[in-house]
């Protein structure tokens, strides 16, 4: 445990050198834990890598990439110290934003130079600890799938962005211009085609990304890209495979005590484990009402039939924060919901001793979906209905999008059109931080947001916000940096 923690501390200080002022830079040798002391063993390499997978814990990669439904149309967010998430709502988006404009940033970073760290130490040691490629390899391409995450959570907010392919050796060494988008994706694809090539061909379940995960990565990388036919061939490889199939409960899928473990859904995830790793998702969502669901979204569920709408969400009346819960108990949370609605999606809802809590009594260390078969199959639909001028028959895009709806209780189609999709997407996907990618990816944030009316007034979007500021801290650090156009 020790040993683990200092490796943890080294991968903080690596992870972070280059965000620092250059006066800095002796508080970060690189002497330390290298492999004269610590990659001994394939047990140094597992402690190495669980490293890694905990700067995934950063950037809005983990629960508070839910947040960032609160700059879109699908939620109003009012809590004090996310405010930002607001001011980002009515078009308040600056190089000095802060929150998720700077965070992000910052924090993708960190999860790259801990991968970089890694594979630097790794790359010198593996011979001497593997007698097969193979098994080396498995390694490298889980913290090659990780590097990949992280760059993408760059490339899809900021475009072009400094790309360090490997551990450099100076503060000045990172201060380089930023490269193009193009060779950023390119970057991304390279590990994930390594990772698909090298990580194992079996279901998720131990928290480590699988074939699967950076098959499923992939495809993401490219419909954000609108490269259509990488999109059906990824996604059309994890159905064909068999391994992953829609649960039977959506409390499975986001709630630990109802089945998170080897859920067949699961493709990726970031894990948590109590005590020493929990969030406050439970807390800020549900028992604060920070981040309330808007009737515009509410709208686009068929209220009476959606049996998501009736898992996720609960109407109490503006300003109002009492309601009925499963047990029949009136129970009673600490703020009222300023839309008339509360987000339980996130919420142990089915625990009765929950509602004996008090508010820090709610963080919770539920894993963090990233990837899931749902999405998987949506992806494959919109995949097959661009190749197709917007709409398609195709038989097994038409039973995807049909399972996904016969779950929900709804009817079954025969053919699927980019606007069902669109809305199949933002029903079942609310609350996963993935509405602001879409937004930015179909180019329809500016009307949709235009047009969108909150608690707190009329939001505004310009076309500059497409494409995220560098932070002006990282500028001030890396003067080489060109800001976007318009800021």
């Known amino acids: 445990m020790k040993i683990n923690k200092l490796f943890n501390l080294a991968l903080v200080l690596f992870g972070s ?20 002391n610590f990659w001994k063993s394939e047990r140094d390499i597992e402690m190495g890598l669980t490293g890694v997978y905990s700067k995934m814990r950063n950037g809005y990669m983990d629960w508070n990439m839910y947040w960032l439904e609160g700059i879109t149309d699908n939620a109003y967010c009012r ?8 001011n980002m709502q009515q078009g308040y988006i600056e190089p000095t934003t802060g929150g998720p404009v700077s965070d992000i940033y910052a924090g993708s970073y960190v999860g790259i130079s801990a991968c970089n760290v890694f ?30 995450y992280c760059y993408f959570n760059l490339a899809m907010h900021y475009g072009d962005v400094p790309l360090y392919k490997e551990l450099l050796d100076t503060i000045d060494d990172y201060k380089v211009k930023q490269s193009s988008a193009e060779d950023v994706y390119a970057f991304i694809n390279e590990d994930l085609d390594f990772a698909i090539e090298n990580l194992e061909d079996v279901a998720y379940a131990s928290g480590h990304a699988v074939k699967s995960s950076a098959k499923a990565l992939k495809a993401r990388v490219a419909l954000f890209r609108g490269d259509w036919k990488t999109v059906e061939d990824e996604t059309k490889g994890i159905i064909n495979a068999g391994k992953n199939k829609l649960a039977d409960t959506y409390e499975s899928i986001f709630i630990k005590r109802e089945g998170q473990a080897n859920n067949p859904e699961i493709i990726f995830s970031i894990n948590y484990l109590n005590p020493d790793y929990r969030h406050n998702a439970e807390m800020e969502f549900y028992y604060w009402n920070a981040l309330t669901p808007t009737k515009d979204l509410i709208d686009i569920y068929d209220t009476e039939k959606d049996t998501r709408f009736k898992s996720w969400y609960v109407y109490v009346g503006k300003g109002e924060k009492t309601w009925t819960n499963p047990f029949g108990e009136e129970v009673e949370m600490e703020q009222t919901s300023l839309t008339g609605y509360v987000l339980l999606k996130h919420f142990d809802k089915n ?20 990837l899931r078969y749902a999405d998987v199959l949506l992806m494959y639909v919109e995949a097959m209905l661009e190749q197709n001028n917007g709409v398609t028959t195709d038989p097994l895009a038409v039973q995807s999008f049909n399972s996904i709806r016969e779950r929900a209780g709804l009817e079954t189609l025969s053919s699927v059109t980019r606007d069902g999709l669109r809305n199949e997407r933002r029903r079942e996907l609310a609350f996963e931080g993935l509405r602001h990618f879409d937004l930015v990816r179909w180019k ?22 497409y494409v995220w500021p560098f932070p002006q801290s990282e500028i001030d650090i890396n003067p ?8």
């Open 17 to 36: 050198f280059y965000l620092t002022s250059c006066h800095e830079m002796d508080l970060f040798p690189q002497d330390q834990l290298g492999p004269d």
């Open 79 to 86: 809590h004090g110290s996310q405010m930002v998430f607001f």
């Open 119 to 148: 594979l630097k130490n790794f790359y010198q040691v593996k011979e001497a600890i593997f007698t097969s490629d193979s098994d080396a390899n498995k390694y490298e391409a889980e913290v090659r799938f990780l590097r990949a």
């Open 351 to 370: 625990n009765k001793s929950i509602y004996a809590n008090t508010a820090y009594d709610f963080r919770t260390d539920n894993n963090i979906i990233v």
């Open 444 to 465: 329809i944030a500016k009307d949709v947001m235009n047009n969108l009316v909150t608690p707190g007034g009329p939001c505004h979007f310009e076309d500059r916000y």
């Open 480 to 487: 080489k940096l060109d800001q976007k156009s318009g800021y």
